[in-house]
Structures are given as C-alpha cells and as structure tokens.
C-alpha cells in the first residue's frame, strides 16, 4: 500500500475523490481548497480595484499595476495553488510559514505586484470579510451551474416518462394495500412537479445570499480609525452587491450565514423528494411493475447471475441521505458562533463541497436508474385486473348520487375483507333498484379504466413548477 501515490484515486480517503471522482469532477472548479484559493484571490484584487476607485484614500493604480492583477487573476493554475499553500505550511519567497490560509493569499499577492501596493492588500480587512465572500461565489456557481442543471436533468426525464406513460394504469397502494387505480405517468408526473418546485426554492435561496465587509467584530473599526471621513458602510454595500449579493449591516466579525442555512435546508427539501422518489422505484421493481435494462458485462449479483439489482436507487438513496444529514448538521452548526466569533466553522465549510457532491451523485444516480426502466404494462394489467374490488369506490359513489344511503355499507359487506369477482358485481347490479342508464353506467366499470383524470394530470406539471 506505501508505494501507492496520494494522487491515484485509490488511495483517497473519501469514496467521493476515488471511487465517485469522475462523477464529482464537475464540483472541483466550486468546492475544492484550490478553487477557494482563486475566489479568495478574485475578492483580494476586487477590493483594491475598490480603493482606487474610492474618493479620499491615498492610494491608486496605474495601467500596468491593474494589467498585472488581472493576469494574476486569470492565469491562477495549480502551481499557483500550490505556492500559496507552501506559504502557508512551510513559507516561500523570504516570508515565513503563515499557518494562516489568507494571510498566505495576501503574501501570494505581495510576491506578484510592486511593494508600494502591499500595505493596501487585506486593508483593514479580517479574514472573514474575505472568506464569507470567497464560500458564496463558489458556492452559488455549484449550486447554479452543477446541481440545479442536475436536477432539471432529472425533472426532465420524469417530465419525459409521465407524458410516454399517461394513460398506463397501474394499481395505486395505500398503507401497502390495493388502492383506486392510477397511471404510472400520473405518479411520475406527481414527482416532476415536486422536483420543480424544489429547484424553485433552491434557486431563490442561492439567488438571496448575504455578503459582509465590516472588519474584525463588524464595527468598521479599523476602517474608520485610518480615514474617519469617509463612508464606510456605503463602500462595503456597494463592494458586497458587486458581486451580486445582499449586503448585510449588522454581524459579528463573520457573516451569521443564515443565508446558507436557508440554501441548505432547500437542498435537504429535494433531497427528500429524491429519496421518496428512489424507494418508490425501488418497491415499484420489486413488484414487477417496472423492468430494468441490463448492461452488458455488468454483474448484478457475485452468486446468482440472473439478477439484475436496482443499485442506481439504492445508490442514490444512500448518497443523498448522506448529503441531508451533512448538509443539516452544516445548516445547524454555522449559524451559531461564540460571542463575535469562533474558528469552529472554518473546518466545518470546507465540507460543504462533500455535501454537494454526495447530493450530486445521487441525483445523476437517479437519473441513471430512471432511463433504464421499462414499466411492465402487462404485470400492471394483470394486477388490476386480479382486485375487481378497485371498482367498489365508483360503485358506491355512482349510487350515493342516485340516492343510497346505504351505498358505502352496501358494498362494504360485498368487498371488506373477502374474495370478490366481476360476476359478484354484476349479481349486485342486477338486483339494485336503479334505471338501465345507471346499470349500464355501473356494469362498463373496470378497474383498468378507473383512472379518473390522471392522464390530464400530467399536463399540470408545467403549470405547478
């Protein structure tokens, strides 16, 4: 095992940079230390386009100094990354190990641009007015441009199977039992507008994150102790809504992420709905209702070769139960922060990218197993057909508009707890005092058309969500 190297995906320590990277790869621009070093970076070069646009203060760029920034900027590659952590743990170019990753990006940019720029680099900042920045950009740009396209990935291949599969009834189960019919495309369609709507809630959610630049207890302090007359709180709300967040007043030294909390609950919400979704697909496979295509070469069980198992719900089940219970824990434990501030939730967001990705996987999983099923029309009829009890609902409906008040106990007798058949229905037709139009209104009932309006319900999901 020592001679495995710590960049074969073999030898990571977590499944997600291993076993799942080439599913997770998508987040490395959003979440990994490399691209918090840029973001930190971008917002470090932003606030000193900020001061040398800022009336009052001695300071200011020429031509060349803003073309060596930009460059910086853009160029930022993984040896780049790889400096600023050496100047963290170990120190480079004369400056001594900061044991501090922002201080190192301050010192990275010292090493880039002339000296009489470095006393305005992080000035009058705290790491924080950094940091909460840096978190939101990545974190919105995961948000908008892996999981929510993810999702709508999803939410569009059930759009796909409910409107192929609208008018395919299939017996509805209710606490488990035989249930008024349905269509497999109704209960897809049910999901499609859940998904939807979810990704409505997470994209407000992102679209409504909160920014802080007050320095070190949210006070300006430092600030206004170097330049008293100028207006602080209106530069740092201009500086925040730059970057397309809402700038928020009143903080500790760090942003009280409530906005993340709110984001992350959302998450949480469509993963529950995915979950639902997964074990649904799951029971509806081992009911036969649904076949699965099988992939040529793959191995669905090491003893018994016939088997071909729904591992893409299970695995997307597992994945997105372990992205709820990381991302509520995140949601619980950073809105809360000693007094003006802790370091506890420093450590604890560099895991938001492990939140995301085990989300991520289980929704391409899901997909996944959605594109392989084939529902089974043929079981499902023959399902339907073996309850003819299904139709006792119309029946005493049809009868309580006629003027039974005794319908409901009347075919509560017939049904409750016995073995029914189309024929016993008939007897009972026969013998009700009723006009030949309702009789023949009752005898056309089967439970392969009691479906109501489930396949007009499907062009409601564009509507809902």
């Known amino acids: 095992m020592d001679d495995l190297s710590r960049d074969n995906p073999l030898a990571a320590v977590s499944p997600l940079d291993g076993r799942y990277s080439a ?18 970076l971008r917002v470090e070069i932003e606030y000193l386009y900020a001061l040398d646009a800022l009336d009052g203060v001695s300071f200011s760029l ?16 993984g040896d780049d990354a790889a400096m600023i952590k050496q100047l963290e743990v170990n120190g480079a170019a004369g400056y001594s190990a900061t044991n501090h990753d922002v201080k190192a990006i301050e010192y990275f940019l010292r090493i880039q641009t002339p000296s009489y720029i470095h006393p305005w680099i992080h000035f009058g900042l705290t790491s924080e007015d950094i940091n909460n920045l840096s978190h939101r950009l990545l974190i919105r740009s995961g948000v908008s441009d892996v999981l929510v396209p993810a999702l709508q990935s999803l939410r569009d291949e059930l759009t796909s199977l409910a409107q192929e599969y609208r008018d395919t009834p299939m017996l509805a189960q209710t606490h488990g039992q035989p249930a008024t019919p349905t269509t497999f495309g109704k209960e897809m369609a049910v999901y499609a507008t859940r998904v939807g709507t979810a990704i409505g809630r ?165 997909t996944d197993g959605l594109q392989k099923v084939v529902p089974n029309q043929t079981v499902m009829q023959s399902e339907l057909e073996s309850y003819p009890e299904l139709i006792g ?52 009932l089967s439970p392969l058309r009691y479906t109501g309006r489930a396949n007009e319900l499907v062009d409601e999901i564009d509507e809902q969500s």
Request: hydrophobic share 35%; glycine share 6%.
């Open 202 to 366: 997470i994209t407000n959610a992102n679209s409504e994150l909160t920014g802080k630049l007050a320095g070190a207890s949210g006070t300006y302090a430092a600030h206004t102790a170097a330049y008293p007359d100028i207006n602080w709180q209106a530069f740092a709300q201009s500086f925040v809504t730059d970057f397309g967040f809402e700038h928020i007043e009143l903080t500790t030294q760090i942003n009280p992420c409530d906005d993340l909390a709110t984001l992350f609950d959302a998450l949480c919400g469509v993963n529950d709905i995915i979950v639902d979704l997964d074990r649904d697909a799951w029971l509806y496979i081992s009911d036969r209702y649904l076949g699965q295509e099988a992939t040529t070469g793959e191995t669905g069980s090491s003893t018994m070769p016939h088997k071909v198992n729904p591992i893409d719900f299970e695995n997307a089940e597992g994945n997105l139960s372990k992205a709820t219970s990381d991302l509520r824990f995140l949601a619980d434990y950073i809105t809360n922060s000693r007094l003006q501030r802790d370091l506890s939730d420093s450590t604890v967001k560099r895991n938001i990218g492990a939140g995301f990705a085990h989300a991520l996987i289980g929704y391409k999983k899901t």
């Open 62 to 77: 020429n031509n060349s100094d803003r073309d060596t920034l930009e460059t910086t900027l853009d160029s930022f590659d």
């Open 393 to 444: 609902e119309a029946i005493q409906t049809i009868l309580r508009r006629e003027g039974d008040v005794d319908a409901y106990e009347r075919i509560k007798e017939l049904t409750r707890g016995e073995d029914v058949t189309l024929e016993d229905f008939q007897e009972l037709f026969e013998s009700l005092s009723v006009s030949k139009s309702v009789r023949e209104e009752l005898q056309a």
């Open 23 to 40: 599913r997770t790869a998508p987040l490395v621009s959003h979440t990994s230390e490399a691209a918090l070093m840029h973001a930190r």
